[in-house]
Structure formats: structure tokens, C-alpha cells
Nanobody, 114 residues
Framework: QVQLVESGGGLVQPGGSLRLSCVASGIRFSIYDMGWYRQIPGLKRELVATISSGGITNYADSVKGRFTISRDNAKNTAFLQMNSLKSSDTAVYYC????????WGQGTQVTVSS
């Protein structure tokens, strides 16, 4: 059974930082491309960042220079370091794993507010 479990969300002030984690089980993590997506209620889920099995990264223009995606294959974990957070970053953040199938986590809420 495949599971992706996100953690690290919460409430943070504008300009602050958060680090999201996604722990995967039930898959051979190292061969999967991993991604972070976010969704505001009523809107489409949008891509935030991806990292390939080979470590190639890709970012949405809105987060370039502020967010960093990384992975630790030894720990079956993907990370999203979020700096200089803005109110517009408020959303539910989802972890995604893609190779032979596509899997999603349950999401973690990030709220940026003063």
C-alpha cells in the first residue's frame, strides 16, 4: 500500500519560513519523480515544484527564488523549504509521486497571515 504523508504546515507571518516534509512508503522512492502542489478552495490544484529521480528541479514562476525542493532517498522523504512567505502562498500543499502511477498525500495546510 502506497502512502505519502505530509507534515510541517502551519500558521506563519508574512516573510516567514516553513519546511514541509513528505515521507513515502510502499514505493521504491528513489526512482519516483516527486512534486509539491497547492490548492486554494474553489480553485484548481497548481504545481509548486518538482524534483526528478535524477535531482532535476522545476519551479512555478511564483515561487522561484523563495522555495527549494529537495529529496533524501535514504529517508524516502521529499522536502519543500519555503522562505519569504506571502499571503498568496496560503493553501493546502500536497505531495505527489509519479513513475508507474501517480500518488498523492492527504495535504497539509499552510496559512500565511499576520
Amino acid at each position: 500500500q502506497v502512502q505519502l504523508v505530509e507534515s510541517g504546515g502551519g500558521l506563519v507571518q508574512p516573510g516567514g519560513s516553513l519546511r514541509l516534509s513528505c515521507v513515502a512508503s510502499g514505493i521504491r522512492f528513489s526512482i519516483y519523480d516527486m512534486g509539491w502542489y497547492r490548492q486554494i478552495p474553489g480553485l484548481k490544484r497548481e504545481l509548486v515544484a518538482t524534483i526528478s529521480s535524477g535531482g532535476i528541479t522545476n519551479y512555478a514562476d511564483s515561487v522561484k527564488g523563495r522555495f527549494t525542493i529537495s529529496r533524501d532517498n535514504a529517508k524516502n522523504t521529499a522536502f519543500l523549504q519555503m522562505n519569504s512567505l506571502k499571503s498568496s502562498d496560503t493553501a493546502v500543499y500536497y505531495c505527489n509521486a509519479v513513475r508507474y502511477g501517480a500518488y498523492w498525500g492527504q495535504g497539509t495546510q499552510v496559512t500565511v497571515s499576520s
